[in-house]
């Protein structure tokens, strides 16, 4: 098995992408699919995501415009500015407004309040809010809405990471989403394999980087 640190996983990305030219659209959604792929359709029927507006959080538009696509109920609450949104979390984003009126931002008091109300009404919680990139303190907004994902009770999917743990694992970045199950996208990440709590909650699912990528970077 190989095992990432942030910087590690961060050079894959962008040789893949700009050297390889491998579109990131197709990696968001191939993400989307892996995710999708290992979710127990028949018992998780309603869905609340939770995404920002980076790379993490397109994966999470994605993985819901495939849930609205085969008819499943679906709430998206957005934390961040839609202004500073990535071109691939607009292009999903714009989709999934087609499909539905359930979309919310979480700017307020107002909002976290009634995102912890709403959270009552579905049985799983995508997390697709930070992904390995984060380096910093989570506070503001955000760990309010990571403490309501964790006193919910709700079953947790994450996106690639639990949003707020550090991928290294040696950074107390203040919260992180105690996640059921972990999808990690194409390589184990470091700071969840040295932590028993999350090692056996996690599958790493191929989304399409180029072994060239990663051979470049990695040395076996």
Do not use: H, W
Not at 117 to 133: P, Q, R, S, V, Y
Request: charged letters at 25%; a negative charge; hydrophobic letters at 45%.
């Amino acid at each position: 098995m190989i095992i990432v640190d942030r910087e590690t996983m961060k050079n894959i990305d962008a040789y893949a992408i700009n050297e390889l030219k491998i579109p990131s659209i197709c990696l968001v959604e191939r993400a989307s699919l892996a995710v999708l792929n290992n979710i127990n359709l028949d018992i998780r029927n309603s869905f609340g995501i939770v995404a920002s507006v980076g790379n993490n959080g397109a994966d999470g538009m994605a993985l819901a415009r495939n849930l609205l696509s085969i008819g499943k109920k679906v709430e998206i609450y957005i934390v961040g500015d839609i202004k500073k949104a990535s071109t691939d979390f607009l292009i999903n984003f714009e989709s999934c407004k087609k499909m539905t009126d359930k979309i919310f931002e979480i700017r307020t008091i107002d909002d976290i309040e009634f995102f912890k109300n709403n959270l009552e009404k579905i049985n799983t919680i995508i997390d697709a809010i930070f992904g390995t990139g984060l380096n910093r303190t989570v506070s503001g907004i955000y760990s309010y809405v990571i403490e309501i994902i964790n006193l919910s009770n709700i079953f947790t999917i994450s996106i690639d990471i639990p949003s707020g743990y550090d991928c290294d694992g040696e950074m107390d970045f203040g919260t992180y989403v105690d996640s059921d199950f972990i999808v990690s996208m194409q390589l184990m990440k470091k700071g969840l394999y040295y932590d028993t709590y999350f090692r056996d909650k996690i599958v790493v699912e191929d989304i399409g980087i180029a072994q060239k990528a990663i051979d470049k970077f990695i040395n076996i």
